[in-house]
């Protein structure tokens, strides 16, 4: 077999960079897929809660409005009765009751969820329109095997209430 002087010609077959690239692009794209999956079910579980506790805020001014203030104090958490005495909790939803009469009209100006020392609270804030006016109320849930259970109440203003 006779060797050649010449060095040997250059490959004419694709070289291994398109097909890391197309690797990468494959890669890339399965990552996006996944990530959107994941953001989605976090989504979904946020506005999941959000819904709930937003049913709850309604339970809430039903029994306001009914004057059904032990329940409201009995259904909220420990958290919440660790505030203060029974009888000033209820003091507080009787004066709140007395001040502004039943609630109406509410619209949502804000929330958020979120983990704290492994609960999962979900904090929102309305703006209610009641018979004797409007006032901007706070409210504080901690979700208990699914169901949100008051941890933190606060209208303003607060100082008139009381």
């Known amino acids: 077999m006779a060797t050649s002087p010449f060095p040997p010609a250059p ?4 070289s291994r960079a398109p097909r890391s ?6 890669v890339s794209s399965l990552l996006a897929v996944l990530l959107l999956i994941v953001l989605w079910t976090c989504g979904k579980g946020v506005y999941r809660d ?45 004066a709140t009751h007395q001040k502004l009469g039943n609630s109406g009209k509410t619209s949502p100006l804000g929330f958020h969820v979120n983990w704290r020392n492994s609960q999962l609270f979900v904090d929102q804030v ?12 706070s ?11 008051l941890c933190g109440y606060h209208i303003s203003p607060a100082d008139d209430l009381h």
């Open 21 to 26: 690239k197309t690797k990468r692009i494959v």
């Open 50 to 94: 959000y819904r709930v506790s937003s049913a709850a805020v309604e339970l809430f001014h039903h029994r306001l409005d009914s004057a059904d203030f032990d329940t409201i104090y009995s259904d909220a958490s420990d958290g919440f009765r660790s505030f203060g005495t029974k009888a000033d909790q209820i003091k507080f939803l009787e």
């Open 126 to 137: 309305y703006s209610t329109q009641f018979a004797q006016g409007t006032a901007q109320e």
């Open 11 to 14: 490959s004419l077959s694709p």
């Open 139 to 149: 409210f504080v849930w901690v979700m208990e095997n699914g169901k949100p259970r």
